[in-house]
Every structure is written in C-alpha cells, then in structure tokens.
Nanobody
Framework: QVQLVESGGGLVQAGDSLRLSCTAS????????MGWFRQAPGKEREFVAG????????DYADSEKGRFTISRDNAKNTVYLQMNSLKPEDTGVYYC????WGIGRSRIRDDYDYWGQGTQVTVSS
C-alpha cells in the first residue's frame, strides 16, 4: 500500500518561512520523481515544484522560483519543500505526489499517480 504523509503546514505571516515534509512508504522511493502541488480555495490543483529521482534536477512554477526549494532524502524516503518569503497568495493545501513510473519530471498533474492527504498553509498579510 503506497502512502504519502505530509507535515509542516501552519499559519504564518507574510515574509515568514515554512518547511513541508512528505514521507513515503509502500514504494521504492528513489525510483520515482516527486512533486509538490497546491490547491487554493476554489481553484484547480497546480504544480509548485518537482524533483527527479536522484534529486539532481528540480523544477519550479514561475511564481515560486527563488523562494521555494524542493529537495529529497532517499535514505529517509522523504521529500521537502522549503518555502521562504511567503505571500498570502501561497495560501492553500499543499500535496506531495509520486510521479508515474518512467516520468523523469513533469508539471502535469496526471503524470502523478499517488497523492498525500495534504497539509494546510495559510499566509496572513
């Protein structure tokens, strides 16, 4: 049974930082790309950041470049999202996801097949 469990969300003020964690089980973690997505109220789930199997390649949505950093520790089966200089528009539920087998990198939601339950991030102005 594949499981992804996110943690680290919370209520912060604009300009603050948060680090999200996502721990996986039930699959060979190092064999899959990973991604973080965000869903704001009333909006579609959107790509935030992605990382390749080894961690050697990362990708970010334009609005996150320079503020967010995705990383992974394959020994701990964990992917992280360091979020700095948070803005109110970063508010939403953050989900981590496994890329489908063979996907090296993608911003497309359908290229991810297992999702965590999400963690709420709220940024006040």
């Amino acid at each position: 049974q594949v499981q992804l469990v996110e943690s680290g969300g919370g209520l912060v003020q604009a300009g603050d930082s948060l680090r999200l964690s996502c721990t996986a089980s039930g699959r060979t973690f190092s064999a899959y790309a990973m991604g973080w997505f965000r869903q704001a109220p009333g909006k579609e789930r959107e790509f935030v950041a992605g990382i390749s199997m080894s961690g050697g390649y990362t990708d970010y949505a334009d609005s996150e470049k320079g503020r967010f950093t995705i990383s992974r520790d394959n020994a701990k089966n964990t992917v992280y999202l360091q979020m700095n200089s948070l803005k109110p528009e970063d508010t939403g539920v953050y989900y981590c996801a496994f890329g489908r087998w063979g996907i090296g990198r993608s911003r497309i939601r359908d290229d991810y097949d297992y999702w965590g339950q999400g963690t709420q991030v709220t940024v006040s102005s």
